[in-house]
């Protein structure tokens, strides 16, 4: 700041040095003036204004730095009350520009929140059309039509099981609700659902549950089961998906394995990163790099850790590690 404020001042600097010169070149040429006693008022003349400067610097300088250190969240009470008439213009700036930031957002909150709120409204309402449609399907006859057209419900019922989970994801914890759930009924529900696809993809499931209940949030434990379940499935052919559950250090661990595409050991740790596909398979369309993103943001409040083990070519393997009891007063959702 001293830097700072000496070039702010160099040309008032300036000037006083000229004077102090221009004083002692009328004392050299003029000898009827003294030379010495003008050099004695120069000296103290530098002194004094020396003085005068510090004095200022402190003065000046205050409602600056407090403007440098002011964190940029639109609170004012920190910043120094201005004294000076520029200073007073400076402030009167920042809290016209801060009032209007602030106005801005409000208002920029306010569509937001009625967006989403429109969009969960949408999102409920096309899931009545959307039961019709499956009680429909139930009736046809032509067995490939039925399985076809299940197929392109299941996608329409992820995709808005999707977005409505991602939506309501920012108000997650006033959305907690943490009891004993039945990792059996919650899996077998979830496995029902996606079962006219894996039908067709000859995919079929091993289901070994040594620890059958879990303190935890069913919705969203059943958001996170279906998301890896649905990629399970995806990218794996004609081959068994193995669920087993377990305690390990006084700890209930569910374990999800494939034996499908598998997952490049450089993209492992970025699979959890919003967008991210894949660098291996990147044409890949149908993967839109969010259902594993959404899966962490969802665990982290329910304290469960997510363990990823896979090898190109050869399967994935998710372990869910679920929390102990003592674990959940931090969750204030509760």
């Not at 700041?1 to 040095?17: A, C």
């Not at 200073?87 to 016209?96: C, D, F, R, T, Y």
């Not at 896979?310 to 009891?325: A, D, I, N, W, Y």
Request: aromatic share 10%; charged share 25%.
């Amino acid at each position: 700041m001293i830097k700072t404020y000496l070039k702010e001042r160099r040309s008032w600097i300036f000037l006083f040095i000229c004077l102090q010169l221009l004083v002692l070149f009328t004392g050299y040429i003029d000898t009827a003036i003294g030379f010495t006693p003008l050099l004695y008022i120069v000296f103290l003349s530098s002194l004094i204004f020396m003085i005068f400067l510090c004095f200022r610097y402190h003065k000046e300088t205050k409602f600056y730095s407090e403007l440098i250190e002011w964190e940029n969240n639109l609170d004012l009470t920190n910043i120094a009350e201005a004294d000076r008439p520029f200073e007073k213009i400076i402030e009167q700036s920042i809290v016209n520009q801060t009032e209007l930031l602030k106005q801005t957002i409000s208002n920029n909150l306010t569509a937001v929140e009625q967006e989403k709120d429109e969009l969960l409204s949408w999102i409920h309402e096309v899931k009545t059309p959307l039961t019709a449609m499956h009680l429909m399907i139930d009736r046809i006859d032509d067995v490939v039509l039925k399985a076809q057209l299940a197929h392109e419900w299941l996608r329409i019922h992820l995709l808005l099981d999707s977005q409505l989970h991602q939506r309501r994801l920012p108000f997650m914890e006033n959305d907690l609700y943490i009891e004993e759930t039945d990792l059996k009924a919650l899996l077998f529900k979830e496995i029902k659902t996606l079962q006219t696809w894996c039908m067709q993809k000859g995919i079929g499931f091993e289901v070994e549950l040594e620890a059958t209940f879990v303190l935890t949030d069913a919705k969203w434990l059943g958001f996170i089961i279906r998301q890896l379940l649905t990629n399970a499935v995806k990218y794996s052919e004609e081959s068994d998906i193995i669920i087993k559950s377990f305690l390990e250090d006084k700890r209930t661990k569910l374990m999800i394995q494939d034996f499908g595409r598998g997952i490049d050991s450089k993209d492992l740790p970025r699979i959890f990163e919003k967008g991210f596909t894949s660098t291996t398979v990147h044409h890949d369309s149908a993967s839109t790099g969010m259902g594993l993103y959404l899966t962490q943001k969802i665990a982290k409040p329910l304290l469960i850790h997510i363990d990823v083990i896979s090898e190109l070519g050869v399967g994935t393997t998710f372990t869910l590690t679920f929390p102990q009891k003592n674990e959940f007063g931090t969750i204030s959702g509760m």
